[in-house]
DNA sequence: CGAAGTTCTGAGGCACCTCTCAAAACGGGG
DNA sequence: CCCCGTTTTGAGAGGTGCCTCAGAACTTCG
């Protein structure tokens, strides 16, 4: 079965086959952490550089879904939209723009389906994104059963409402606490590194030190925890592991 | 079928052939050591000493994981691995680096499945780290049935969780006591002597007396053989065992 | 514009981990 | 049975990792 690097099961297109994904950005280095992370789901990326070549490469791998920087060097990111559409109307795509940037325009693209983010993002929210998009599109399934959402234990996370809740009771959590404990129930029963958070869960930006990881953890703590068997473990020198309580 | 130096079967990739693995230091000593302790592993190796040594020599190569030193005389790491993934995107790179040097550049290279360990570091944890990589990855398969995790005898270690058990039983670890475990349960029924374990699992810089291990040693067996039938020998003159009960 | 919530920094402190030293226990050879 | 080298154990110093608290900077929303 196809599957992720890190063991869990990929969200793959109906056939099984591998999703396609095309990453459209000029900055190289934004470009190899997004394609890098987009592999790491078990999907099979592509690069290009600007509008030229994405819509030649989109013409030869006919991607399920392209992540599009809506400033490129040679033409505008809509522009790349409306062509893209022409020739692949089943494409999805997320936009990637600044914080600032046209709203206004980006507002008429999520009505259409597609999605954004704006700079700087974290990789869990693009991939969360893309694999909502995907989902929706029904471009892509999960394998084998029906979507269980995210549970672990008797914690239960629904993306699309941005729920939790612990053995029935709901928890309110901040953003960042949202996508921290959402990275932790992608990867249960797994010791995950300080760095490993900091990369996947902060922005690509962030300069600061890894000492925000522990702060959070333990505000997750406080709200998950709290008065329960813990699910949140500490392992000395190594990271944290989210697990159910019964071992 | 392909083997380690030590008897044990060697984790292959998916066709049986074995593993690939190119090194790129620019330290002659550290390059030998790391292309002796890979090769003990039962894998192929090849060393390269700056970035355009390397890039030529993975073309040629073309191997499943690069181990690479984030200094490098003619260019940078980072640099390297851009332009690696170029030509061959399902490469895994191991990083090495300075410990103060961590924060600033590593940042993003975990995010897209790649990793790094910083110096000085023991040879048991590159072996590790690489293992894992490959691993998860899918580049690597253990030959014959699945992965069953490090089992000897009721001693059963998961690496991912970094979490053991005897008989069941949940047994607390620090990271050294960890590493020792880990060493010695990957080569069961063999004695290992004080010099081996203190080349593989401390640090290559490390001064301090083989006394540590005895230390060690006993620590573990306090965890491990506490009230049951002990595991760990001591064979006088020569090193430590560890065996199955049953023998 | 003000209030509430969120994110991050810095300092303090506790607990654990690692290693050293010293002494006791062990085991083999004479 | 005793001696001597080897191994084990105990106590403790020093360092490090992790957690908590308090508050400042920033954002969001009424």
């Known amino acids: 079965m196809n599957t992720t690097r890190s063991g869990r099961p990929a969200l793959t297109r109906p056939d099984g086959t591998p999703l396609r994904v095309l990453v459209v950005d000029d900055d190289p280095d934004l470009a190899e952490v997004l394609t890098g992370a987009l592999r790491y789901e078990g999907w099979q990326v592509r690069a290009a550089a600007d509008g030229a070549a994405a819509l030649a490469a989109a013409r030869e791998l006919t991607p399920d879904a392209v992540v599009l920087d809506v400033m490129l060097p040679d033409m505008d990111g809509f522009t790349v939209l409306r062509r893209l559409h022409e ?55 999960r394998p084998e059963e029906e979507d269980p959402g995210l549970v672990v234990g008797d914690l239960v996370m629904d993306e699309d409402a941005r729920e939790v809740t612990r053995a029935g009771e709901l928890i309110e959590l901040s953003p960042t606490e949202f996508e921290l404990l959402r990275f932790l129930m992608r990867n249960p029963r797994r010791v995950l590194s300080k760095a490993q958070i900091l990369d996947r869960v902060w922005s690509y930006d962030f300069g600061g030190r890894a000492h925000v990881v522990e702060l959070y953890i ?7 925890d709290a008065g329960r068997e813990p699910m949140i473990h500490t392992v000395r020198g190594a990271g944290y592991v989210l697990k159910p309580v019964t071992t």
Request: hydrophobic share 40%.
């Open 218 to 224: 333990s505000y997750l703590r406080k709200k998950i």
């Open 87 to 141: 020739t692949q109307p089943e494409v999805c795509v997320l936009f990637l723009t600044a914080r600032d940037a046209v709203e206004d325009r980006i507002a008429g693209i999520t009505a259409g389906g597609d999605d954004y983010v704006t700079k700087p993002f974290s990789l869990e929210e693009v991939v969360a994104r893309l694999r909502g998009l995907l989902r929706r599109a029904g471009m892509a399934r």
